[in-house]
């Protein structure tokens, strides 16, 4: 680390730990932590020592939803090999040992520091606590429970045909086969067809599961 960087951060240490959200420094090549005020590391009830011994790769599962990271890490990485000065803002659930329950932050990264040749060398992060009485808070976490729907369902949507897709829209909003069948000028025993077919594709137990994949698809 050199002089003028050092220098960066020691600046930063000399009011992080008044900061009421976790202040973190990362190598943006390894990605392993340099710095992390006590805020942070009071959340997570370690120390830098023990992350720094962790290293990157364990660090992320231990503490966060790895579901989340595949929506992020890319943005980041995006960032790093950009000479843009953007900004990378996301939702992380966070869990320490302890507790069993996800904590959700919202967080925002950005590149820190250049080398000469203007290349990512390291990366700050600010990450703060969502107050879980929050009216805020049950709807971002209603989103969340959506994203994980789809990445959980989505091998078994891309499966219906669009045919079946359509069906799924009126098995969502009600309707039975004969309703069905004339809507879409299919016959009774086609439209049978189809329902059968789709609840065995997406594992359908009854009207309801159909809702919940209608509208997380846009079908409704």
């Known amino acids: 680390m050199d002089h003028h960087l050092q220098q960066r951060l020691n600046n930063i240490r000399a009011f992080a730990d008044e900061l009421p959200s976790a202040l973190i420094i990362h190598d943006a090549q390894s990605?392993?932590?340099?710095?992390?005020?006590?805020?942070?590391?009071?959340?997570?009830?370690?120390?830098?020592?023990?992350?720094?011994?962790?290293?990157?790769?364990?660090?992320y599962v231990k503490y966060f939803n790895t579901e989340d990271s595949n929506d992020y890490v890319p943005k980041i990485m995006h960032i790093i090999k950009s000479n843009a000065?953007?900004?990378?803002?996301?939702?992380?659930?966070?869990?320490?040992?302890?507790?069993?329950?996800?904590?959700?932050?919202?967080?925002n990264t950005k590149v820190f520091a250049r080398n000469e040749a203007g290349e990512a060398t390291y990366l700050i992060t600010t990450a703060g606590l969502i107050d879980p009485v929050h009216h805020i808070t049950s709807k971002v976490n209603r989103v969340m429970e959506e994203i994980n729907f789809l990445r959980n369902n989505n091998p078994l949507f891309l499966t219906l045909t669009k045919r079946e897709k359509e069906v799924l829209k009126h098995m969502a909003m009600g309707s039975n086969s004969g309703e069905i069948a004339e809507k879409l000028y299919i016959s009774s025993a086609t439209a049978d067809t189809h329902r059968?077919?789709?609840?065995?594709?997406?594992?359908?137990?009854?009207?309801?599961?159909?809702?919940?994949f209608a509208q997380a698809y846009n079908l409704l």
């Open 31 to 59: 990605l392993e932590i340099v710095y992390m005020n006590s805020t942070g590391l009071n959340i997570l009830e370690t120390t830098l020592e023990e992350l720094q011994a962790l290293g990157p790769e364990l660090y």
């Open 196 to 212: 059968r077919n789709i609840r065995n594709k997406l594992n359908l137990k009854n009207n309801y599961d159909a809702v919940k």
């Open 85 to 107: 000065n953007d900004q990378v803002s996301y939702f992380q659930q966070v869990r320490v040992p302890r507790n069993t329950e996800w904590q959700l932050f919202v967080s």
